[in-house]
């Protein structure tokens, strides 16, 4: 029976976690899609009068990886593999380039990114969106940025984009599906509430699920600072429904494969590290088909049942080859 089998293997397997080794907390990368809102121009700007020259669309996506946190409040990351497609003038032209983002702030949220960006393999220009307070809500990147900072002939990207989503989530903690085991619902598409969260962790991919360019990473957030255990299995749980397990729900069942054990760092946890293999390969995915995962931590605290662990909400991917 799948529920017992499910059952002994991870009871098995939790009782065990003090005993293996846990891999340390890796922030990235994530790989972000720009939207068909984002746009390219070059020309005047005040107070010069000249037209604008061209308009383009650009396409294409970014990496973008945690580097460091510092004393004043802002998180540092690397943007790195810009790769974009932009039509210019009936003439489609190839951006590639490099930079850095930092988001965050002790009294007033700013962001600002720079980017040194190459056309058709040229020398790279200096772009630079200054310190301004975001457009929309991190992990959006919605931004400008520019040579000149828009002032008389410059060239100008509005960027809007997202981490590149790989699947969807099912399986939710917050009523939409079977009951948290004692009333304790989390946020929209979470996991049950914990002890130390009342929205619950939550599961997301981003990246390409495919088994020839796999850039997947799941990111397990919301959880105590803790180890996280991230698995694969070959079938939803009561349909995608859930059933009680523990302090929240099982979502993964099936052909269950344990990937990593990560201890989260400020509730956070994601796999593959930067030194592992791909998701697929650590998955032992050889051929496209649909997977569904799922975290389970550590919450020591017995706020609900008598267990001490809970589940973030399910994701399922489908690779492609």
Not at 60 to 70: C, H, N
Not at 92 to 119: A, N
Not at 149 to 158: E, I, L, N, P
Not at 174 to 200: E, H, I, K, Q, R
């Amino acid at each position: 029976m799948i529920s017992l089998r499910f059952s002994a293997t991870f009871t098995a397997l939790f009782l065990g976690l003090a005993a293996l080794p846990i891999q340390a907390q890796s922030t990235g990368p994530i790989q972000y899609q720009l939207e068909n809102t984002s746009q390219y121009s070059e020309g005047c700007y005040p107070p010069c009068l000249c037209p604008i020259l061209f308009n383009g669309m650009p396409s294409g996506t970014f990496v973008l990886r945690y580097a460091v946190s510092d004393p004043a409040g802002y998180t540092h990351y690397d943007i790195t593999n810009v790769d974009w497609l932009v039509g210019v003038n009936g003439t489609l032209e190839h951006v590639t380039g490099s930079g850095q983002y930092r988001h965050g702030g002790q009294f007033v949220v700013q962001e600002e990114l720079t980017l040194d960006l190459s056309v058709n393999g040229g020398a790279p220009e200096h772009f630079d969106s200054g310190l301004v307070i975001p457009q929309s809500i991190f992990p959006r990147i919605d931004i400008t940025i520019s040579i000149n900072g828009m002032y008389c002939y410059d060239k100008v990207y509005s960027l809007f984009s997202a981490p590149n989503v790989a699947g969807t989530p099912f399986c939710t903690g917050d009523g939409a599906g079977t009951a948290c085991p004692c009333g304790n619902t989390g946020a929209p598409g979470n996991g049950c509430a914990n002890s130390l969260n009342p929205a619950g962790a939550n599961l997301v991919g981003n990246g390409t699920p495919s088994l020839a360019s796999d850039s997947v990473v799941l990111a397990s957030t919301g959880t105590p600072s803790a180890p996280v255990l991230f698995f694969q299995g070959t079938q939803r749980v009561n349909g995608g429904m859930g059933s009680v397990f523990g302090d929240g729900l099982r979502c993964a069942a099936g052909n269950v494969q344990r990937l990593r054990i990560v201890q989260a760092v400020s509730g956070e946890a994601r796999v593959p590290g930067p030194l592992d293999p791909p998701l697929s390969v650590i998955g032992g995915i050889s051929a496209p088909g649909t997977y569904d995962y799922q975290t389970w931590y550590r919450n020591s605290s017995a706020f609900c049942t008598p267990a001490v662990f809970n589940l973030a909400n399910g994701y399922e991917i489908v690779w492609t080859p």
